[in-house]
């Protein structure tokens, strides 16, 4: 019972945390996402096969905090986010979410 209980306040966490977060919804058939959606989801509908990051990777905010993106394709077809200048490249089928961070250097997909 005390298991069940602690598991439920880390998903009630979780929930709250992924509420707070401002949602973007990318302009239909826009392809990039810009350094100023950093802490943001991304939501993607009727977007082009790719859609690109920024070409720098940005940096930590003034507090420290790095610059991190969700991105959600909600259809219809698979969607590659990419960074032609740090050879990143990620599918996002349609109805999933991932996470990128950057470190000021290199995208990286945070599991």
């Known amino acids: 019972m005390r298991t069940l209980l602690i598991g439920l306040a880390l998903l009630a966490g979780q929930l709250i945390t992924m509420q707070a977060k401002p949602t973007i919804r990318l302009e239909p058939h826009k392809n990039t996402i810009e350094a100023r959606f950093g802490g943001s989801l991304v939501e993607l509908i009727n977007a082009p096969a790719t859609v690109y990051l920024p070409s720098s990777p940005p940096t930590a905010d003034a507090q420290g905090v790095p610059w991190l993106v969700d991105v959600k394709n909600l259809g219809p077809d698979s969607v590659t986010v990419t960074s032609v200048k740090t050879h990143f490249q990620v599918s996002v ?8 961070n950057s470190n000021g250097a290199a995208y990286l997909l945070k599991r």
């Open 93 to 100: 089928g349609t109805g999933q979410t991932v996470h990128i």
